[in-house]
């Protein structure tokens, strides 16, 4: 099954910088990337995703970038502000069974400091 | 934005006691999940549920724990027995389509057995 190591797990910036959460899978044949952030007391939301046909996406301030060869994934917030402060989990699709599940990442506690 | 209704939001319960968490699914999806997150931890499947069955399940999901579509909105996770180590916050989640994408978290449920 597939298995979801990220890095790092605090992770600590000055408002205005630049933040890098880095993820790698497992399984070769995964096709399917989100990165949800969670807040104190909320579910998870999903705020990104990417595909394996591409290599990169951008929404905003936020980007996904995939790198299928070396199977690792990486999120990238640019111009941090505080309320980006959160626990960010990176995933990667199961599809053990008919109907597909996620496997997590364990985490990263994202602080940015104003 | 369409939402995954989770009730209540905390439970307390004594060891040995029996809940039952509720999640009213987004209307159009008909891809229901469990996972739990206990304190600190990373976000740990549970089980999926399709066309009023059991899709998967993890080695988590053991005879304590069953779910239910008891009616055309409600996805119902029930534990039995309730053990400390069963304390944790539990989300539901709910897709419109196999492949996970558009998934959608619930705020949670924060089961405490004491």
Redesign the interface.
């Known amino acids: 099954g597939e298995n979801v190591e990220q890095h790092p797990s605090t992770l600590s910036v000055q408002e205005g910088d630049s933040a890098v959460i880095k993820c790698t899978y497992s399984d070769s044949a995964s096709n399917y990337f989100p990165w949800y952030k969670q807040e104190l007391g909320k579910g998870p939301q999903l705020i990104i995703d990417i595909r394996s046909n591409v290599g990169e996406k951008k929404d905003q301030r936020i980007a996904v970038t995939l790198n299928k060869t070396a199977k690792h994934f990486s999120l990238h917030i640019t111009e941090t502000q505080p309320e980006d402060s959160a626990v960010y989990f990176c995933a990667a699709p199961n599809y053990g069974g008919s109907q597909g599940n996620l496997i997590f990442g364990k985490g990263t506690k994202l602080s940015v400091k104003p | 934005e369409p939402e995954?209704t989770?009730t209540p939001s905390h439970q307390v319960t004594q060891m040995g006691q029996e809940v039952i968490l509720r999640c009213v699914p987004i209307s159009n999806h008909l891809?229901f999940?469990w996972y739990r997150q206990i304190l600190g931890?990373?976000?740990?499947?549970l089980v999926?549920f399709?066309n009023n069955e059991i899709?998967?399940k993890?080695e988590i999901f053991d005879d304590q724990f069953s779910v239910e579509r008891p009616d055309g909105s409600n996805f119902t996770l029930k534990i039995r027995s309730t053990k400390l180590e069963d304390s944790a916050m539990y989300?539901c989640a709910s897709s419109e389509t196999?492949?996970?994408?558009g998934?959608?978290?619930?705020?949670?449920t924060r089961l405490t057995v004491v």
């Open positions: 995954v989770q891809y999940y931890q990373k976000v740990e499947f999926s399709y899709s998967e993890s989300f196999t492949g996970l994408v998934y959608t978290f619930g705020s949670g």
